[in-house]
């Protein structure tokens, strides 16, 4: 049993920080990327930064030079550092990771796993 566990959300002025976290929690597994996406209501979930397992970063060219991702492999947690934030940067935040667990035999299991979401908004 895996839980993402995620924290960091609020509200913050234009120009502001936030830190967000997200910890795999549970089962031991293989982790292999991390990341965070995005979504407000009537649009897409879009994709905000993805980090592979060896720390290769991906980010949207609307958060580019701003936010960066980052992971703790030895505690299984995904970071995201948001700086310099917008008003449009407010979504909800999902972290998901993606990885694998032994199952039968020589068998191995895809996990997809996504946290419940935490608001992040920014607002003067």
């Known amino acids: 049993q895996v839980e993402l566990v995620e924290s960091g959300g609020g509200l913050v002025q234009p120009g502001g920080s936030l830190r967000l976290s997200c910890w795999a929690s549970?089962?031991?597994?293989?982790?292999?990327?991390m990341g965070w996406y995005r979504q407000v209501p009537g649009k897409q979930r879009e994709l905000v930064a993805v980090?592979?397992?060896?720390?290769?970063?991906t980010y949207s060219d609307s958060v580019k030079g701003r936010f960066a991702i980052s992971r703790d492999n030895a505690n299984k947690i995904v970071y995201l550092q948001m700086n310099s934030l917008k008003p449009e940067d407010t979504a909800v935040y999902h972290c998901?990771?993606?990885?694998?667990?032994?199952?039968?035999?020589?068998?191995?299991?895809?996990?997809?796993?996504w946290g419940q979401g935490t608001q992040v908004t920014v607002s003067s």
């Open positions: 998901n990771i993606k990885g694998t667990r032994r199952g039968k035999g020589w068998s191995t299991v895809n996990l997809d796993l």
């Open positions: 549970g089962s031991t597994f293989t982790i292999n990327d």
């Open positions: 980090i592979n397992s060896g720390s290769t970063t």
